[in-house]
T-cell receptor
């Protein structure tokens, strides 16, 4: 079983819509969780950390469910510039990050 | 002022050749990494160094040899290149080995072995 699994999508949504997707992780001892964003042919960039109580950063909301071992990302009021691949990242131990293969989101005008 | 810079950006080479990729970070971070992203888009850790000390060496062929002359630099040398080595190689750094504040990635080196 992969350490981090994501629905690859693509999620095609109109501007202004809300889109949400999850990822699951296999190691229950995982310590920290992140969402990264990767544009086509670019490097991954940190979007936000995910905290146990859930957290928001502008239009982006992240949730963590330790019991079911998944994290989620919700994007409200989608913009064209939100089109990207969103990578779920989990730290199964202190000095290692495991990346999911990503969920592709395409926002259309 | 690039935080994590790696060179070259593109590398096309023949099977059997030896090549190197260089990485430098000016963030003052203690820990640096090499990741490989294959055609299926999975990012896989290859190596990590903390203050010039190797701390992670995943199951990577020994044709791949990292070198960290100081904590701001982490280079990757690849011997006897094979077709399957074609991928994008990303260098990254983090403040410390825990990486709680996330990683900063370089822009990647797209390696094509022909």
């Amino acid at each position: 079983r992969k350490e981090v699994e994501q629905d690859p999508g693509p999620f095609n949504v109109p501007e202004g819509a809300t889109v949400a997707f999850n990822c699951t992780y296999s190691n229950s001892a995982s310590q920290s969780f992140f969402w990264y964003r990767q544009d086509c042919r670019k490097e991954p960039k940190l979007l936000m950390s995910v905290y146990s109580s859930g957290n928001e950063d502008g239009r982006f909301t992240a949730q963590l469910n330790r019991a079911s071992q998944y994290i989620s990302l919700l994007i409200r009021d989608s913009k064209l510039s939100d089109s990207a691949t969103y990578l779920c990242v989990v730290s199964p131990r202190a000095d290692k990050l495991s990346f999911g293969a990503g969920t592709t989101v395409t926002v259309r005008a | 002022d690039t935080a994590v810079s790696q060179t070259p950006k593109y590398l096309v080479t023949q099977m059997g050749n030896d090549k190197s990729i260089k990485c430098e970070q000016n963030l003052g971070h203690d820990t640096m990494y090499w990741y490989k992203q294959d055609s299926k888009k999975f990012l896989k850790i290859m190596f990590s160094y903390n203050n010039k000390e190797l701390i992670i060496n995943e199951t990577v062929p020994n044709r791949f040899s990292p070198k960290s002359p100081d904590k701001a630099h982490l280079n990757l040398h690849i011997n006897s290149l094979e077709l399957g080595d074609s991928a994008v190689y990303f260098c990254a750094s983090s403040q410390d080995r825990q990486g709680w504040n996330g990683y900063t990635f370089g822009s990647g080196t797209r390696l094509t072995v022909v």
